[in-house]
């Protein structure tokens, strides 16, 4: 815990030189979405910074997030661990557990109050006064309220935290929601994403250790620079978009050829995420350049925006399937023939009317 | 019908015809190219590249183009709108709920149309109409609103994304936006069926002049309409309607 040092002193202690340690500054001021004349700020602030503490919370969740931030290629998850942030307390994480790695929370929270980020993984179920989610015989609800009290910042890693998440799809039963559903009065960063790409939640991290303050936020409450752009209109299988050319089955030649997935339910139109610009796992591949639609993981209540492979959900109409433009045509249909039928009431209606009138004049017909 | 001295009364501006006339085809064309954009398809052979396809009629590209130029063109027509509601006194049949005549109307032409009664007494615009137009305001609205939160967010801080970004953190979300969208221009679909429906059927029930009106800004009408009131103020004048009247022979 006495290690805590500025990234330069770290580098200096391992003996990696000078040279290794300006390329780093350079690759971390990319990787935090700024503009290169923003280089020498983050090597003074590298040089002289120390490394904020990191406490990392894990609420109702299924822990997917961690096993993406594990998988961070650049950089790899392990500098990001030892060297980049001082990551002192995650439960999944620690080799260690129990009683004494409890205690070490305690004092962590105690010592550095104030100064310390707080990262938070999973959401906080709130239904039977919390009890779906206990951690260390507390409730979560408990566990973050105390942990958040001290906190400099706090992350919502993941749509969990970030939103609810899976366990918040109607009916919800637990009423899980989100953390800044129940924490306030702290600077907060939604970093949401089913999982997030590692990359993000870690310039993030950076983004407070070097600079002391968030990065911009957009209207939600998500960092701009990784959530301003929707996946639609940074993907590469646009051009099939805009040609036409679509997936029309997961089996066919077009998804074969790499079509566009907009008509097999493809959330790209709608969903803000860097899958596009930054993809996963150093750039390997992402969901869309899989063959497989995006489900706008990143949004809220996506869990809900179901059917995942249709573009329009079906709307309940008792005994049948059908989306709105199938519904769409039938009530038109249906208003067309109303009128119709209207339309000959109103004319027969009219020549009784008519009759009546000449009756009235000229007496009955004879 | 007994028909008496048939007057015509100028109730439509030039202005609010033409945007009538600017919306009807956007609108059509809008809801062809809506439709298509959410359920695409190509005609003819493609290849397997887009270069091969690219800026053919029936690409996304061209009919995206098409929708948001119609869509544009709404808008911007809905200035004439604007204008003839503030120069002349008949483009602003409102429903007036806060009247007695308002509900009668209600009443009068709800039996009207289940064939209760044969007549009605005439009106400028009947209070279910004015009540439905209003209606069409209000979803034309949503749609320009829900569009143009999705168009504009192509350009995340872009002066168009700042102004109506925020509508997709109203509805909770692009996603919803997009159905809210789709399920609105539905909607006017319906509407537009019955309208013109009802417009046709007025005009040979009534023979009060009702589709030419669109064109003509003029109606006519063999007895004083209940709600004159609207265009003139001195009601029980029979001589002064409107700005300007004429008298037709009876016939008969
Ligand atoms: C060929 C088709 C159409 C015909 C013949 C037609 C005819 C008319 C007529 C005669 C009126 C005057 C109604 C009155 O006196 O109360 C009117 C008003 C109106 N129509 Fe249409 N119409 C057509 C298509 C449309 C379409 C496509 C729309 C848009 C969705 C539309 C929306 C309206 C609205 C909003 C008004 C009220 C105008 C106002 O006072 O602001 N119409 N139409
Ligand atoms: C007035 C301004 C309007 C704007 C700015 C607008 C804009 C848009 C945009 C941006 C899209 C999504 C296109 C895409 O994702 O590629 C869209 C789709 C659509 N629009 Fe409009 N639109 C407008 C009015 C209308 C109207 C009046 C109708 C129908 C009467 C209509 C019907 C549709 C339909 C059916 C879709 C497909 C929805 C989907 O499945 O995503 N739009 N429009
Ligand atoms: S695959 Fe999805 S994100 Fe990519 S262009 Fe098609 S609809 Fe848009
Ligand atoms: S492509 Fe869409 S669903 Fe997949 S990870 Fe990215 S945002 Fe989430």
New binding site residues.
């Given amino acids: 815990m006495e290690n805590r040092d500025s990234m330069w002193a770290l580098f200096q202690k391992r003996g990696v030189s000078r040279r290794s340690f300006l390329k780093t500054c350079a690759v971390v001021t990319g990787m935090l979405g700024l503009s290169p004349a923003m280089l020498p700020k983050v090597v003074a602030a590298a040089e002289k910074k120390t490394l904020p503490p990191v406490i990392w919370l894990h609420g109702h969740e299924c822990t997917g997030c961690d096993e993406a931030f594990i998988r961070s290629q650049s950089p790899l998850a392990s500098d990001v661990v030892l060297n980049m942030i001082s990551l002192e307390y995650s439960d999944t994480l620690s080799a260690s557990a129990g009683e004494a790695f409890e205690h070490h929370l305690k004092d962590l929270m105690k010592k550095y109050a104030g100064q310390y980020i707080l990262a938070v993984e999973g959401g906080v179920p709130l239904a039977d006064n919390g009890i779906h989610c206990m951690t260390g015989g507390r409730t979560f609800l408990a566990a973050l309220k105390e942990a958040a009290a001290g906190a400099a910042a706090i992350i919502e890693y993941g749509s969990c935290a970030a939103w609810g998440g899976i366990q918040a799809a109607r009916p919800n039963p637990t009423k899980s929601v989100s953390v800044s559903d129940v924490i306030s009065g702290k600077p907060i960063v939604k970093v949401p994403g089913c999982p997030p790409i590692p990359e993000v939640m870690t310039a993030v991290v950076m983004h407070f250790a070097l600079f002391g303050q968030l990065p911009p936020l957009d209207a939600q409450g998500r960092p701009k620079q990784f959530y301003g752009n929707r996946i639609h209109d940074t993907c590469y299988r646009r051009p099939f978009f805009d040609s036409g050319m679509f997936v029309e089955k997961f089996d066919d030649a077009g998804a074969k050829a790499g079509w566009c997935l907009y008509k097999v339910g493809c959330r790209g139109p709608v969903a803000y995420n860097s899958c596009g610009n930054m993809r996963w796992w150093n750039g390997l591949s992402y969901p869309i350049q899989s063959g497989a639609p995006c489900f706008a993981c990143g949004s809220n209540n996506f869990w809900d925006n179901g059917p995942f492979f249709e573009r329009l959900p079906d709307i309940p109409v008792p005994g049948t399937i059908a989306d709105a433009d199938k519904v769409g045509m039938v009530a038109a249909g249906a208003a067309l023939v109303g009128v119709v039928a209207h339309g000959a009431l109103s004319a027969m209606q009219k020549s009784k009317q008519a009759k009546q009138q000449d009756t009235d004049v000229r007496g009955p017909e004879a | 019908m007994s028909e008496g001295p048939v007057k015509e009364y100028y109730?439509?501006s030039p202005w609010?015809r033409i945007f009538?006339w600017v919306?009807?085809a956007s609108?059509?064309v809008l809801f062809a190219t809506g439709l298509y954009i959410g359920n695409p398809f190509f005609i003819g052979t493609q290849g397997v590249e887009p270069t091969f396809a690219v800026n053919k009629l029936m690409s996304m590209e061209t009919i995206r183009y098409i929708h948001f130029a119609a869509a544009y063109i709404l808008v911007a027509g809905f200035i004439l709108?604007v204008y003839g509601f503030a120069v002349n006194r008949g483009?602003r049949?409102l429903p007036k709920f806060w009247t007695a005549l308002y509900w009668q109307g209600v009443v009068e032409m709800l039996k009207h149309y289940l064939f209760l009664s044969a007549d009605h007494r005439p009106y400028?615009?009947?209070s279910l109409?004015r009540s439905a137009?209003l209606g069409?305001?209000v979803l034309?609205f949503l749609e320009a609103v829900t569009g143009f939160a999705m168009y504009f967010m192509v350009d995340p801080n872009g002066f168009g994304a700042k102004l109506f970004g925020p509508v997709n953190g109203l509805f909770g979300g692009e996603y919803t936006v997009h159905l809210v969208h789709h399920y609105v221009a539905w909607l006017?679909a319906i509407?537009?069926i019955v309208?013109?429906y009802l417009?046709?059927r007025a005009d040979f029930m009534e023979r009060e002049g009702?589709?030419s009106?669109?064109f003509s800004g003029v109606?006519f009408f063999a007895h004083k309409p209940a709600d004159i009131g609207d265009i003139a103020d001195d009601s029980d004048k029979q001589t002064d309607y409107g700005t300007r009247h004429r008298q037709y022979p009876a016939q008969g």
């Fill in positions: 109730i439509y609010l009538h919306m009807a609108v059509g709108r483009d049949l400028l615009r009947n109409a137009y069409v305001y034309l006017l509407f537009v309208h013109v417009v046709i009702e589709a009106s669109m109606k």
